[in-house]
């Protein structure tokens, strides 16, 4: 595993970004896999810009999301979908048809999760993933567990993963109980992952992810089995390692 401990969340989202970008450029084909959350928006910031000074082309880029919550709308404000569209998506050019994002209003989840796995495969798998990091060690909304789910699946959120995300919530009673999150092996056949973190909260999730241990508590601590992982983090959240 790779670790770049940088300044602070700028240079962190600038390597990020500058590592999407050089996967892009080298394949514009390439298959990305995006993750949500306050971490990576910095990152989309940058890749836009560098989008409007050509430097980058998303026009034949396929992209796959990690996870919905489970009962919204796409249209929901709170969504991934809507976050993906207003964060990044309407910025540049990536088809709207290479877009994939779980649907959060499946009618029958089971054949929305196979479906979406089938489709992962169909691409040729993830070139490129990229993740953030709950403060439980979570990927996706993988949430600590003594059992790991190997394919995307429907989650029952843990109360730290609620309380953390009712941010992005009028209301801490709005959270979703439930998600859709693609699974570990899905996420671990991803040619490339990198993972960023920034904040002290982070901290604790990213020692245990480096300890050298493996440890389905802290899921993020499987990547360490992963033969071409990234780690780029701020200061704070390298405090511990
Ligand atoms: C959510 C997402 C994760 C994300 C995590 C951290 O639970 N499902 O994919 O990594 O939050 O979010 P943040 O970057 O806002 O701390």
Redesign the pocket.
């Known amino acids: 595993m790779r670790i770049y401990i940088e300044e602070d969340y700028v240079s962190m989202s600038k390597k990020a970004a500058l590592i999407v970008a050089s996967q892009i450029i080298l394949n514009p084909k390439s298959v990305l896999g995006l993750?949500?959350?306050?971490?990576?928006?910095g990152m989309y910031q940058e890749l836009i810009e560098m989008y409007k000074s050509k430097e980058v082309d998303f026009s034949e880029t396929t992209t796959f999301n990690?996870?919905e919550y489970y009962g919204l709308e796409r249209e929901h404000k709170s969504s991934?979908y809507t976050y993906m569209m207003d964060v990044f998506f309407k910025y540049i050019n990536v088809q709207k048809n290479q877009i994939h994002i779980l649907n959060g209003k499946a009618q029958n989840v089971v054949t929305e999760c196979l479906a979406y796995e089938e489709l992962i495969n169909s691409v040729g798998g993830i070139d490129l993933q990229i993740?953030?990091?709950?403060?439980n060690g979570?990927?996706?909304?993988n949430e600590p567990s003594k059992k790991l789910n190997v394919t995307t699946h429907l989650v029952q959120?843990t109360e730290k993963?609620i309380q953390?995300?009712s941010?992005?919530f009028d209301r801490k009673e709005d959270v979703p109980r439930e998600?859709i999150?693609v699974g570990i092996a899905t996420i671990m056949k991803a040619k490339k992952i990198v993972l960023?973190?920034?904040?002290r909260?982070?901290a604790e999730a990213i020692m245990e992810m480096t300890s050298g241990y493996v440890n389905t508590q802290v899921p993020a601590s499987i990547l360490q089995t992963h033969s071409d992982v990234t780690l780029i983090i701020d200061k704070e959240a390298g405090v511990l390692i």
């Not at 993750?35 to 928006?41: D, E, K, L, V, Y």
């Not at 993740?131 to 403060?135: E, K, R, S």
């Not at 960023?196 to 904040?199: H, I, K, P, Q």
Request: glycine share 16%; no cysteine; net charge neutral.
């Open positions: 993750a949500t959350g306050s971490t990576p928006t990690l996870d991934y993740l953030g990091i709950g403060a979570h990927i996706g909304f959120l993963t953390d995300n941010r992005f998600a999150s960023l973190a920034s904040g909260n982070k």
